[in-house]
DNA sequence: ATTGCAATGACCCATTTGGGGGATACAAGA
DNA sequence: TCTTGTATCCCCCAAATGGGTCATTGCAAT
């Protein structure tokens, strides 16, 4: 039996969802709340195996909810259901602890697979976003740097000096100061945390 | 009808899975290539909706195929199929340009809808590959920092000066000198891009 | 009441960094 | 052939940064 709680809150949403669970073998809605302040105390209070997580919230954002819910409960499973398919909202549901997001359309059959599947160490999602997610890896090949530049700029993602990146790519720090002139030029920044900053956020090397 | 090209070393599997592909209506094999090097050339020759590709090939590394593929064939939907969980595996093949990565232990019927759904414009993933990756975007919670040098360290990894930092939070360069080197002892770093670097590995701050 | 921490601000000084020159060598093209 | 681009190195100098010490305020816990 799998125990899930739900924050939405909208009434009817929230009754069919309840309806749905609990009308479904295996499955047992424990809680429903309406707002995160009361869910964040009933959750912690008696866990269910599953939370199902609205993040259009009056009142608290569904953030900041996710947040602190894993704050208290870091074990806690936590799964967004919403209508808002927004990059941003989908990411920082992610960075707050989600670990998964559903879109509102997605069919009864398939909510269901996805509270199993989370409940199973998984971390389900609508095919759009999760198509958002893993593009948000991929590696921008379209730089205007060469070669020996997009290694430097590697190193500065390092955090390293320009006499470490001397003496790691075996050059003079006089060659890696040229350079690290052109990245900026190329990169149109003045600083090397502003360089790093745009080579993260524009994914113009690997890792980290 | 969805069309296939498989690349992978092991004939056997590969015979599989071209027997499965074109046994199910609706979907066609077209092509099976052995290692990547002919694979590159044949699939941009001949490109199929989508390409199942096993990634511990002999030669040329999976990962650089995949970003060669990409490279030359941007739109060309690219799925992982191999037995390598390890992390690092996973996620040099998404920053390479995969859209989706699949364990072997994948079941047929699985790996069919999995081909699918690329197709349809998703991102199928094996459940603890889909934990690991969204896991990747949690922040770290447990911070020695305080809220405000946390603050600071977000203007940090944004690229900004120390008094473009003093401007946006209202406090003076001298205070931000302060909090920096705060950050500096808590983070065991010495630099702006060694901090920005280790905030943004360890996820100690929102965003970029 | 006292202690401790967070946040604020200041001064000094050595090192690093950023921006401006110039120069050589080599390879690929126009 | 001559130009262009890449990679390498050198000098100068002003501004930014990193590290040290010191001080005040307010708040929270002991």
Tied chains: 1, 2.
Excluded: W
Excluded at 69 to 74: A, G, P, V, W, Y
């Amino acid at each position: 039996m799998i125990t899930v709680a739900i924050v939405e809150d909208d009434g009817d949403i929230r009754e069919s969802l309840a309806l749905l669970i609990n009308g479904t073998p295996g499955f047992s809605c424990i809680n429903a709340y309406g707002d995160c302040e009361t869910a964040l105390d009933g959750i912690v209070e008696d866990p269910p195996d599953v939370v199902l997580m609205d993040v259009g919230l009056p009142g608290m954002s569904g953030i900041e909810g996710i947040r602190l819910l894993k704050e208290r409960l870091d074990e806690i499973n936590l799964l967004v259901l919403t209508v808002h398919d927004e990059s941003k909202l989908v990411f920082d549901a992610l960075c707050a602890g989600a670990c998964g997001y559903l879109l509102k359309d997605t069919p009864p059959a398939k909510l269901l697979e996805a509270i199993r599947e989370t409940y199973e160490g998984g971390a389900p999602m609508s095919t759009q976003i999760a198509r958002m997610v893993v593009g948000s890896f991929r590696i921008n090949p379209h730089t205007a740097l060469t070669q020996r530049e997009t290694e430097v700029l590697e190193q500065l993602c390092k955090g390293k000096s320009y006499k470490m990146i001397a003496d790691t790519l075996f050059i003079s720090e006089e060659t890696v100061r040229r350079h690290i002139k052109h990245i900026y030029r190329k990169l149109q920044v003045g600083s090397k945390s502003e360089a790093v900053a745009k080579a993260l956020k524009e994914k113009l090397v690997f890792a980290l």
